[in-house]
C-alpha cells in the first residue's frame, strides 16, 4: 500500500496540478469573448502545440529521429491513417538506431 | 461555436462508444508506454499500489516520467510538482480550445471529462471536430478507457517489465513524437497556418536552450499560437 507518507503526499500534489492544467484553460476562457483575435489564436493552437513540441526533438534528434519523424508525418500523410504514421515511425526508429549500434 | 450548434448532434451513448472505440488506435502505444513508466517506478523503489496511483492520479505520461527522474526520499516535492506543472502546461492551451466542443454540456460532466483529457483524446477530438459527437461523451469514452489500460500497463509494467528490456532500443521513448508527428497532418491539413507552426517552432527551440525544465513547450506553443490572433486582428 501507500507506505511512505511523502509519496502519498506526491500522488496527491501532482494529480491536483495535472488537473489543475486540464481544467484551468477551459476555466479562463469562460472569462474571455470570442471577438476574431481571441478565434485566432484558438485555432491555432492545435498546430503551435505540434511545432513546439516536434521542433526541439528535431533538432536535438538525429538520423533516427528523424527518420521517425518523416515516417510519422510520411505514412499518415499518404494512407490517412493514424495508426500506420505511428507503428512506421517507431520501426523507423528502432530500425536506425539498431543499424547505427 | 459551429461544432455545439451542430445540429441532430450524436447521443451521449452512441459518442462515449465511438470515443471508447476510436481510441483503441492509439492503444498498443499507451500501453507499452505505462508498462515502461510501471518499470521505472519499480526501479525507484514504488510498490505496485504506490505505482498505480501515480498513474491514477497524475494520468500523464511525460510528466510522470520526468517526475521520477528527480525521485529521492524524501520526494523533493517542489521540483516533482513544477516539473509536472511544466510538462502538463500544454493541456491549458489544449483545455482552452475544448471551450467551444464543451460549453453547452452541464458542468459537471464537462469538469469530470476534463479529468480524462490526454494528448490523444485531444486529437482525435480535433481530427475528428467537424463531425457532430457528443463532446463530452466522446472524450470520456476514449480518456475513462485508455486511463483504465494506463492503470493497468502501469501495474504490468512493475510486475513484468524486467521482460520488455531497454525500451529506447524499441524506440517507444519517441512515441510523444509519433503522436504529434501524425497530429501534424491531420491539424495542417485543417487549417494551413505556416507562422504559428514556424514560430512556434522557432520559439521552442530557442526556449529549450535558455530556460531550463520543460517550460518551452508552453512557451512555443503560447508565443506561436498568439500569432493567430495578430493574423486574425488585421484582417478584422
Redesign the interface.
Known sequence: ????P??L???????C???A??????????YVS?T??????????????????????A??GGP??WA??A???GL??LTGW??V???G??????LM??LAV | MTIAAAAASRSFASSFCAGAVLIWVMMPSIVLVGMVFGVMASTVGLTLMEAAAFSGSVYAGGAQMASLQGWADPVPLLFVGLTTAALNSRYVLMGATMRSFLAHRPAPLVYTTLFFLVDATWILAMRDRDTNYDWAGYLLGGGFVMWLMWIAATMAGHEFGQLLGDPRAYGLDFMLAAFFGTAAVSFWRHSRRVTPLIVALVVAIAAQKLIPGPWYILIGALIGSLTGAIGHARAA
Not at chain 1, 9 to 15: E, R
Open positions: 500500500m501507500l507506505a511512505r511523502d509519496i503526499a506526491a500522488v496527491v500534489l501532482l494529480g496540478v495535472s488537473y492544467c486540464r481544467a484551468g484553460g477551459y476555466f479562463l476562457m469562460r470570442l476574431p483575435p481571441v478565434q485566432g489564436w484558438l485555432q491555432a493552437i492545435p498546430i503551435s502545440i505540434v511545432g513546439a513540441i516536434l521542433g526541439p526533438i533538432w536535438n533516427p529521429e521517425g519523424l515516417a510519422a508525418i499518415t500523410w493514424d495508426f504514421g505511428i507503428v515511425a517507431i520501426a523507423a526508429v528502432a538506431r539498431g
